[in-house]
């Protein structure tokens, strides 16, 4: 058989696969999503440098870490200290409806940054957010995420420079689910629907309010990729051939 008819028996068949395909993708993006979120804190992971790692609220949507027992001198010397209290992190679901591609508020996050000892804090803790989908009626998914944690030690005279950080982390930020044969993934965008912002702050003893989004994105299936590939090496060839024949 020679090459050119080869690609043209092959791409002739990837044409039609991937017709079949892009239906499948306008199908898909018809699709449209609602349900419930929740979300409970799992086992957190301390890092090389928290010997005493002291936490409170796994298995509940409120997550504290910390050894709070920090002592603040009052401004008024006479009146004594102020305990601010641990770091904490609470998470409140919502419901929701979105179509395929689009970003959508999963979650509610409230972050209150206190004053603790150091040693005491962790370096991230999972968020295992629980999923109830419809279509997928009286199904419900889980998807485990991981929330890194900056505690930065405190002394600076600039109080933006005592904030303390949390960001998403992108390498765990994407699940997948199966629906009617085909797979899907549940990707969190970040605090911001629009720029895809992955951190927040909050100042010493202050709390920052945010939402967390996510986005339900579709994955193609193996064979349209191949079919896409194959493309891509026969344009190729062709455009060498007709190099070499000019």
Known sequence: MKLSLFFATAISGFFVGATTALGFSDQADALTFSGISSGTWGE????????????TGLGSNAF???????????????SGCTITGSNKLTFNGNSFSTDINSVFKIGDLTYFNGTVLKDTSVESVPLNLNVSLS????????FDF???LVNTPNGAINPE???DFVFIDTNLSNRSFIFEGNEYTLELTGFN???GQIDIKA???????????AKIKNIPEPA??????????YLISRKKFLEKKN
Request: aromatic share 4%; net charge negative; hydrophobic share 30%.
């Open 44 to 55: 957190p992971t301390p890092g090389s440098t928290n010997i005493n790692p002291i936490y």
């Open 64 to 78: 504290t870490w910390g050894d709070p027992n920090v002592c603040l001198p009052n401004s008024d010397t006479t």
């Open 135 to 142: 279509p997928l009626v009286g199904i419900s998914q889980d």
């Open 146 to 148: 991981n929330l890194r």
């Open 161 to 163: 420079d005592n904030a």
């Open 193 to 195: 629907p629009d720029i």
């Open 203 to 213: 100042l010493e003893g202050a709390t920052t309010k945010t939402a967390i989004y």
């Open 224 to 233: 349209t990729l191949a079919g896409l590939s194959l493309l891509g090496i």
